[in-house]
């Protein structure tokens, strides 16, 4: 006897950042893979084999939603050429600000942040 099980769970949170006018969209994501044998020669005697394979995956995003008349500007105006949003982040901060958090970095890109102080 044998069996196979796939799970996929995916999960989407899009909420409110930092403004009225950004948009914070996080997903996450879990896929599973099991594979397993049995085999029962005699009623005393089970031979069993179970296979199993993770992976895990993350993605976050901040969005410029459109409230009040806000508009996303080009990617040309702050990547390189062969650079986009798609795979990079441009930042920006004033600190000391009560708005200042973190950033997650990407595995591969361009990136470029800007620290005023």
Known sequence: MSFVRYNRAP???LGPSNGLSNTFNFS?????????LTQAPS?????????NGSRQFGAQQYVINGTGGAQRPSDSLFFPPGYSSNDSSVSFAIA???????????????????DCR
């Open 28 to 36: 996450l994501g879990t896929e599973t893979l099991t594979i397993g």
């Open 43 to 51: 009623p005393k005697l089970v031979n069993e084999i179970r296979l």
């Open 11 to 13: 999960s989407n949170r």
């Open 96 to 114: 000391p600000s009560p708005f200042s958090q973190p950033w997650v970095r990407r595995t591969r890109g361009f990136e470029a942040t800007t």
